[in-house]
Antibody, heavy 119, light 113 residues
Framework: EVQLVESGGGLVQPGGSLRLSCAAS????????MHWVRQAPGQGLVWVSR????????NYADSVKGRFTISGDNAKNTLYLQMNSLRAEDTAVYYC????????????WGQGALVTVSS | DIVMTQTPLSSPVTLGQPASISCRSS????????????LSWFQQRPGQPPRLLIY???NRFSGVPDRFTGSGAGTDFTLNISRVEAEDVGVYYC?????????FGQGTRLEIK
């Protein structure tokens, strides 16, 4: 059974840093693209970042480029999102999602981790 | 970026009646390299993460009831629910994966009358 479990969310001050983790089970992380998608309170879904090709290819939304870094640890089968220079507008639930195989998109989602950026 | 526009934004439906959600993209979603159209639909129940319902316009994901059907082509797509059940309450999103960034529609809130 595919499972994705996020952790590392919390309250952080503007300008601060936070690292989200996503522990994957039921499949091998490096065999799939993995994504982060976020959802601000009461708002819709926004794609944030993607990692593919065993970590050699990474992509970012313009709004986080240069501040966020996506990575994976194959030994731990865990995906990460390092978030630096956080802003109030980064406040959201962050979902880890698995990229599909055989077609483009996302199939399985984690429960999400809430990140609140506030002083 | 490709803009995804959903209508309606809210849909009150009577139990047992059909529901339909439209999704329009600002440009064709046909993938130039493989000819496929990577348009997906997600359901988000209250307090839950999104769940994949439909991929590549009309393919039902594992475990999705057959009352959910997707259709469309090019820039116009539709999610139909043949007979709405109480568990269908939530917000529905379309999403394209034709290029980066993948973008979502604003969401359509399905509620029971």
């Amino acid at each position: 059974e595919v499972q994705l479990v996020e952790s590392g969310g919390g309250l952080v001050q503007p300008g601060g840093s936070l690292r989200l983790s996503c522990a994957a089970s039921g499949f091998t992380l490096y065999s799939y693209c993995m994504h982060w998608v976020r959802q601000a309170p009461g708002q819709g879904l926004v794609w944030v970042s993607r990692i593919c090709d065993d970590g050699t290819t990474t992509n970012y939304a313009d709004s986080v480029k240069g501040r966020f870094t996506i990575s994976g640890d194959n030994a731990k089968n865990t995906l990460y999102l390092q978030m630096n220079s956080l802003r109030a507008e980064d406040t959201a639930v962050y979902y880890c999602t698995r990229g599909s195989r055989g077609w483009r998109g996302m199939d399985f989602w984690g429960q999400g981790a809430l990140v609140t950026v506030s002083s | 970026d490709i803009v995804m526009t959903q209508t309606p934004l809210s849909s009150p439906v009577t139990l047992g009646q059909p529901a339909s959600i439209s999704c329009r993209s600002s440009q064709s979603l046909v993938q130039s390299d493989d000819g496929n159209t990577h348009l997906s639909w997600f359901q988000q129940r209250p307090g839950q993460p999104p769940r994949l319902l439909i991929y590549k316009i009309s393919n039902r994901f594992s475990g999705v009831p057959d009352r959910f059907t997707g259709s469309g082509a090019g820039t116009d797509f539709t999610l139909n629910i043949s007979r709405v059940e109480a568990e269908d309450v939530g917000v529905y999103y379309c999403m394209h994966a034709t290029q980066l960034p993948h973008t979502f529609g604003q969401g359509t809130r399905l509620e029971i009358k």
